[in-house]
Nanobody, 116 residues
Framework: QLQLVESGGGLVQPGGSLRLSCAASGLPLNGFAIGWFRQAPGKEREGISCISSSGGSTNYADSVKGRFTITRDHAKNTAYLQMNSLKPEDTAVYYC?????????WGQGTQVTVSS
């Protein structure tokens, strides 16, 4: 059974940086694409970035393009989201996602708060 655990969130000032991690256990991720999503209070969950199974292809929402970078480490069975130039509107709970043939898997989320 696949389990995903996000970490690395916290409180940061506008313009600052954070690096989120998504650690997987129970199943290797090498055959699957990975996505990062976020959900702000009162809003729908938003897809912000994804990376292919090989790590060779990435996509970003316009709202984070040029500021966020998604990567993965197959040896560590972990995905990352490097977030730079953070803005108050980036405040949300961030989730990682893995879609398989059978079902989608989600982590518990990690809170990111951008405020002075």
């Amino acid at each position: 059974q696949l389990q995903l655990v996000e970490s690395g969130g916290g409180l940061v000032q506008p313009g600052g940086s954070l690096r989120l991690s998504c650690a997987a256990s129970g199943l290797p991720l090498n055959g699957f694409a990975i996505g990062w999503f976020r959900q702000a209070p009162g809003k729908e969950r938003e897809g912000i970035s994804c990376i292919s199974s090989s790590g060779g292809s990435t996509n970003y929402a316009d709202s984070v393009k040029g500021r966020f970078t998604i990567t993965r480490d197959h040896a560590k069975n972990t995905a990352y989201l490097q977030m730079n130039s953070l803005k108050p509107e980036d405040t949300a709970v961030y989730y990682c996602n893995v879609g398989t043939v059978v079902r989608d898997y989600w982590g518990q989320g990690t809170q990111v708060t951008v405020s002075s």
